[in-house]
């Protein structure tokens, strides 16, 4: 556990006021996403039933965004479905147009990854149309994000590269993108070894690592950098790519 969550859960333990613990509640799970998954998930269902008890429906959809996040990464995409529904229906009767397109957006990737891929299409355009709405560039980008997602699992790579391409010029631009920017880089190098293309990812995962370091993201790492060593790999550098595997392996435990 890193040091904001350990923070977050003492504050959470004395925490007297249930208005308060619901705030500490869905931090926790929001911070735990990545690093922790499994944790994450039990702090979004209790945050859930304390939502529910205080009849607060912003706060028990945002509790439902962060049950799927979490089992997503706990248990599989096709779990993840039903929250990110929930939350986008809730959403949209509260008229929080800009956190239903977003709900809709996690629905459609989840969706993608299950292979459920008219669906995750019909999402993900739906999150896109709120977006152009509201104006929300780094909306706009997660959609370009979702879209090369749905375009890799249907085996175009080409179309794939582009959107991920797009996504990261507008992610370059925006202060908040820094950590998307380092995952669609990433993206984009997996995309290009996909079509024994390893070689050409060697400067997006360099860019990448230097993303995760900066903004201490530690998955962010394990994955940039063992993706460099099959990007090594390929171009036959393999002192390099040994070191990248054995990092990965280090970052991974």
Known sequence: MNLASRQLEAQLCTATQDVERLRLLLALATELQESEPARGYDFSRQAVALSTELQDLYALAEAEMCCGQNIRAKEGALTAIPFFDSAALRFEALGEWSRQAYALYYLGGACAVANMLEMAQQNISRSG?????????????????????????????????EFTQAAIRIYRELPE?????????????????????AGDGIAYLQEAVEIAHVTKKTRLL????????????????????????????????
Do not use: H, W
């Open 129 to 161: 149309e709120l977006f152009e709405q509201l104006g929300d560039r780094y909306g706009q980008a997660k959609v370009l994000q979702g879209t090369a997602l749905t375009m890799s699992r249907s085996s175009k790579l080409d179309e794939a590269i």
């Open 177 to 197: 993108g820094k950590i998307d920017l380092g995952y669609s880089l990433f993206n984009v190098a997996s995309l290009l070894a996909d079509q024994k293309r």
């Open 222 to 253: 394990s994955v940039s950098v063992g993706q460099l060593g099959v990007a090594y790999a390929a171009q036959r550098e393999i002192e390099p790519a040994r070191k990248c595997f054995r990092e990965a392996l280090e970052l991974a435990k």
